[in-house]
């Protein structure tokens, strides 16, 4: 199968260069060279992506694992990934598919859309497709390919994301993307320039039109040791957060263990606890990802702090909940896709 195909959003300059609309790094590429995500190359003045269907792995995870918390609890997702990222975090947790020299991909599965959309339909338990692992906007088209026929097949999707993409992309993804979970990083301009290799605001802009939308959005932060970790400007994001994308917007503080070129030692599970009371004050619901806390994972009624979904590893109870997703203790309405 051909995994190269003509990009989406490029435009031609002089001299055979071109420049990549795709995401907020307008990378200008001469012929022959790549992109800032090391998967989009110039071929005499024409862009191509070179990972249309180059699967680096495919899995049928539980939704909670993406982490998805109020999209379907309980189910599992037939989840896609590629390689390449338009971002360099020093802290990157899968560096080995994402921060990768598309020249150099070895080991792959090659897919069509139509291949994952039958892959799905074959995996009873699935409700849909997600586009995660790596960064999905560097492999756009398949994506977008996919995602427009399994909506067409009636199934779900989703894409776990950092959220930097421009607008007249992301335009194309609403009506064929149900949920999205962005990684917004940090809420301080410098460290997404230093640790990142991007700039913020897209992010936020991004999240922004997504509420504006009304897709599915919940947000995940990786808190990392002396790096984001600082309780004012994490409190400054959690209140960012609930004035634009709404109080209910379910949000993962996540662990950071040490990977790629950072070797800090783990954050700590009493900053876990700290930083998720200055969420709560702020949002509804505030999980915490990769911890050992027993209540960390567990949905409460908003109303009156009844549990609603206790969570265990990946397996979920609902108590306390009716099938309109009403608590039965106070009738306080969660919104929740079930
Ligand atoms: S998608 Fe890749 S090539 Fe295009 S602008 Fe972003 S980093 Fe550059």
Not at 278 to 306: E, M, P, R
């Amino acid at each position: 199968m051909n995994t190269q195909t003509e990009a989406l959003f490029f435009e031609t300059l002089s001299g055979q260069e071109v420049r990549c609309l795709l995401c907020p790094h307008y990378c200008v590429i001469s012929d022959t060279q790549w992109g800032i995500c090391g998967v989009r190359q110039n071929r005499s003045g024409v862009l191509l992506s070179n990972v249309f269907g180059k699967i680096s792995a495919v899995r049928l995870d539980p939704v909670e694992k993406k982490p998805l918390y109020h999209f379907f609890p309980g189910s599992k997702i037939l989840s896609f990934g590629s390689f390449g990222c338009n971002l360099a975090c020093i802290f990157c947790q899968n560096s080995s598919i994402s921060q990768i020299a598309g020249s150099k991909i070895k080991n792959f599965e090659t897919f069509t859309p139509e291949q994952a959309v039958a892959l799905c339909f074959s995996e009873e338990e699935s409700i849909g497709i997600a586009f995660t692992y790596n960064e999905p906007t560097v492999w756009f088209e398949f994506m977008l390919k996919t995602a427009t026929l399994a909506k067409e097949k009636g199934l779900f999707t989703a894409m776990i994301t950092n959220g930097f993409i421009n607008r007249k992309p992301l335009e194309q993804l609403i009506p064929v993307i149900d949920a999205f979970n962005v990684d917004l990083k940090s809420f301080d301009a410098e460290f997404y320039r230093t640790n990142t290799s991007s700039v913020i605001n897209p992010v936020l802009k991004n999240l922004n039109y997504l509420a504006e939308n009304k897709k599915h959005i919940e947000i995940t932060n990786l808190v990392i040791p002396d790096l984001n970790d600082e309780e004012m400007k994490f409190e400054e994001m959690t209140r960012w957060i609930a004035e634009n994308t709404g109080k209910e917007t379910p949000f993962h503080i996540s662990k950071y263990f040490p990977n790629y070129k950072l070797t800090k030692p783990p954050t700590s599970e009493l900053k876990l606890l700290r930083l998720r009371d200055i969420a709560k004050k702020y949002l509804d619901f505030v999980y915490l990802g990769n911890s050992t806390s027993n209540s960390g994972q567990n949905t409460y009624c908003s109303a009156c702090g009844s549990i609603l979904i206790e969570r265990k590893g990946y397996q979920i109870w609902y108590r306390n909940i009716d099938n309109q997703n009403l608590c039965t203790h106070c009738g306080h309405q969660l919104k929740l896709f079930r």
